[in-house]
């Protein structure tokens, strides 16, 4: 099983930037990708970006160009790099690890765009 834990949110203006990390510890057997979602009050939760173990990355619409996912292998760590952050972009976000037999969550940790 893999533990997952986010950090890096908290309250930013708009057109501001913010990282956020996520430390997965634990066993990657069976991993397809890792990932970020979010949620926002009154919303599903929607994908933003994930990686896989091939280093290819998949982006929302409303993400591409604005945010950037990476990992780093060594420090089994994923993060989520955004730029030009919009009030539209507050949300709880969690990482996910998508594994074939089922998917962890993070905790998730809130992001919050506002002047």
């Known amino acids: 099983q893999v533990h997952l834990v986010e950090s890096g949110g908290g309250l930013v203006q708009p057109g501001g930037s913010l990282r956020l990390s996520c430390a997965a510890s634990g066993s990657f057997f069976g991993l397809n990708s890792l990932g970020w979602y979010r949620q926002a009050p009154g919303k599903e939760r929607e994908l933003v970006a994930s990686i896989d173990s091939g280093g290819f990355t998949k982006y929302a619409d409303s993400a591409k160009g604005r945010f950037t996912i990476s990992r780093n292998f060594g420090k089994d760590t994923i993060y989520l790099q955004m730029d030009s952050l919009k009030p539209e972009d507050t949300a709880v976000y969690y990482c996910?690890?998508?594994?074939?037999?089922?998917?962890?969550w993070g905790q998730g940790t809130q992001v919050t765009v506002s002047s």
């Open positions: 996910n690890a998508d594994f074939y037999h089922g998917d962890v």
